[in-house]
């Protein structure tokens, strides 16, 4: 896939481009390569956002890339989601100034209240006053049901 990437970008296809960047950072969150070059297409058409976001974990990002990233996403909760590493908390590869950026984000992402990374969410028992969340899809089943039963017996009706 990347000679395609290749090969979209030396044809100036930027939108193709980052729509297969993006299928393969889906797959692989902890592509380097791919999160490096979709950096490098979103700063290249000026989305420097975007530039910060898949630039996080490089060396290359500029800190202007990284703060526009964090002013977009100012919840560090947001940011840990954005950057779909959720599951990673260190990955592997990372040079030392992504590597502490990644733990600074962590460190003030737990500190909101973002469990550690790995750990699993708490368990919420259920709430016995919930039920009455459901009564309007009752209702509507209840009508639907009905009006079924009511066709049914129409056409019942008109056949016999």
């Known amino acids: ?6 090969d979209d970008l030396s044809r100036g ?3 193709p481009a980052l729509q297969r960047l993006a299928t393969l950072t889906a797959l692989d969150p902890t592509d380097r390569e791919a999160r490096a070059l979709r950096a490098e297409v979103n700063r290249g ?3 420097v956002v975007e530039a910060g976001r898949w630039g996080f974990l490089t060396e290359q990002v500029s800190l202007d890339e990284v703060a526009a990233f964090e002013r977009a996403y100012p919840s560090a909760a947001k940011r840990v989601q954005a950057l779909r590493l959720a599951p990673y908390r260190n990955p592997e590869g990372v040079g030392p100034l992504a ?3 990644l ?3 962590w460190t003030y992402a737990e500190h909101q209240g973002l469990p550690a990374a790995g750990t699993p969410p708490p368990e919420h028992p259920p709430d016995p ?3 009455w969340h459901v009564l309007p899809i009752l209702v509507v089943l209840a009508v639907v049901l009905g009006l079924m039963g009511i066709g049914l017996v129409t056409v019942l009706s008109a056949i016999f």
């Open 13 to 15: 296809r930027t939108y």
């Open 103 to 105: 733990a600074d984000l």
């Open 129 to 131: 006053d919930r039920w």
């Open 1 to 6: 896939m990347l000679t395609r990437i290749a």
């Open 99 to 101: 590597r502490q950026r």
């Open 45 to 47: 058409i000026g989305n």
